[in-house]
């Protein structure tokens, strides 16, 4: 089974709409962030989680809300969704005492219609 | 803030051909270095990293990196590629302390037969 498992893989919505994707991990790392892939800009940081009390912005986080419910699940909200957050997200997670490397889940391809 | 450029945005080459893919980066303080690869339709994967210590790194799948602080590069070599190291590939760039990762805007490296 995947170590870091992201739903809906795939998810067609309307403008408005509020959605939900879900991230899951059973690496049992603290660290947990959300990404968006678009073509041409590579990967851009949403939010991030240290802990389950420590949440913090990234680089583009509005029009997003994050929550993480447990040290394994870490969600992405898109209240109001919009045609500009069409993309490719990414959940990654990462232990934040051992290691330096990022574990990417496959991704939730996203369009807002 | 540091960040990352990425030079080509496509590198097409020859199966069994030499390759270089180039990072550039920019911080006033030491630096981590990352190359991820994105297979088709698959989430990111680490290939190789420089944390300290021997400025040439060696990664998975006969990739290597050098790293050059005086020219802020870190640019990625294999001597001979193969049709399945078709995929995007994303350098990227942290900090001692580790916050977060910040990643260039990816190069897709297309072997042809």
């Known amino acids: 089974d995947a170590d870091v498992t992201q739903t809906p893989r795939n998810r067609i919505t309307k403008t408005g709409k509020r959605i939900m994707l879900e991230c899951s991990q059973t690496?049992?790392?603290?660290?947990m962030y959300w990404y968006r892939q678009d073509p041409g800009l590579g990967l851009r940081l949403i939010y991030y989680s240290f802990d389950v009390k420590d949440i913090n912005k990234g680089e583009i986080s509005d029009g997003y809300s994050v929550s993480r419910q447990a040290q394994a699940k870490f969600s992405l909200s898109l209240e109001s969704a919009i045609p500009n957050q069409t993309a490719l997200y990414f959940c990654?997670?990462?232990?934040?005492?051992?290691?330096?490397?990022?574990?990417f889940g496959p991704g939730t391809r996203l369009t807002v219609l | 803030a540091q960040s990352v450029t990425q030079l080509d945005s496509q590198v097409p080459v020859f199966e069994e051909a030499p390759v270089e893919l180039r990072c550039n980066y920019s911080?006033?303080?030491?630096?981590?270095l990352f190359w991820y690869v994105q297979y088709p339709n698959q989430g990111l994967q680490l290939l190789l990293k420089y944390l300290s210590g021997s400025t040439l790194v060696k990664g998975i799948n006969g990739f290597e990196a050098e790293f050059n602080k005086s020219q802020t590069s870190f640019h990625l070599r294999k001597p001979s590629v193969h049709i399945s190291d078709t995929a995007e590939y994303f350098c990227a760039v942290t900090t001692s302390g580790y916050s977060t990762l910040t990643f260039g805007k990816g190069t897709m490296l297309l072997v042809s037969p």
């Open positions: 990654a997670t990462r232990d934040g005492f051992s290691t330096d490397t990022q574990y």
């Open positions: 690496k049992g790392h603290d660290r």
């Open positions: 911080s006033s303080v030491s630096v981590y």
